[in-house]
């Protein structure tokens, strides 16, 4: 009879010897995939050199390179504005109001909507909690519930 410790040493051996086969038959593709990349990058080599008789069209072709005429420096007229602040000494590094980001009147007719909502169902549970609060004191909700006439009367009564 084995042990538990024998036979889980036997799996392992095994478990070893089944990885082992794996690796080297992955060792194996990756020399194929290895002399198909070297091949295939020989090819591309040779593909991209240009034949010599297309090299001689290609230099018949070609113009003549001259270089263009230095373009004169730019120079930035400032605005008025600009003008005004850099002369006062002090420039307006805010953002223009065209930039700036801000809610439109959608957006803040929206959250109006939203906020009032809550503000209705806050007052809502405020006014049941308070209710509930009553009635505890009261002792209303330790009583049982009326049933049969005296149920009907109340109905009746409002």
Same mark, same amino acid.
Not at 42 to 48: K, V
């Given at each position: 009879m084995t042990t538990l410790r024998e036979k889980r040493h036997r799996q392992c051996l095994i478990t070893i010897a089944r990885l082992l086969d794996q690796r080297e038959q992955a060792f194996a593709r990756l020399a194929i995939i290895s002399q198909k990349l070297r091949h295939e990058r %020989?090819?591309? $080599?040779?593909?991209?050199k240009p034949s010599i008789r297309l090299a001689r069209e290609i230099q018949k072709d070609e113009?003549?390179?001259?270089?263009?005429? +230095? @373009?004169? @420096?730019? /120079?930035?007229?400032?605005? @008025?504005r600009l003008r005004e602040q850099l002369l006062d000494g002090e420039p307006d590094l805010s953002i223009p109001e065209f930039l700036k980001r801000g809610p439109t009147p959608?957006? /803040?007719?929206?959250? $109006?909507?939203?906020?009032? $909502? %809550?503000a209705e169902r806050k007052a809502v549970k405020t006014k049941a909690r308070?209710? +509930?609060? +009553? $009635? %505890?004191?009261?002792?209303?909700?330790?009583?049982?519930?009326?049933?049969?006439?005296?149920?009907? +009367?109340?109905?009746?009564?409002?």
């Open positions: %020989q090819r591309l $080599a040779y593909y991209e113009p003549e390179f001259t270089p263009l005429p +230095k @373009a004169p @420096a730019w /120079v930035p007229i400032p605005s @008025a959608k957006d /803040v007719e929206a959250r $109006a909507e939203i906020e009032a $909502a %809550q308070i209710a +509930k609060l +009553k $009635a %505890q004191q009261a002792g209303e909700t330790r009583r049982m519930p009326l049933t049969g006439r005296d149920a009907l +009367k109340r109905i009746r009564e409002g």
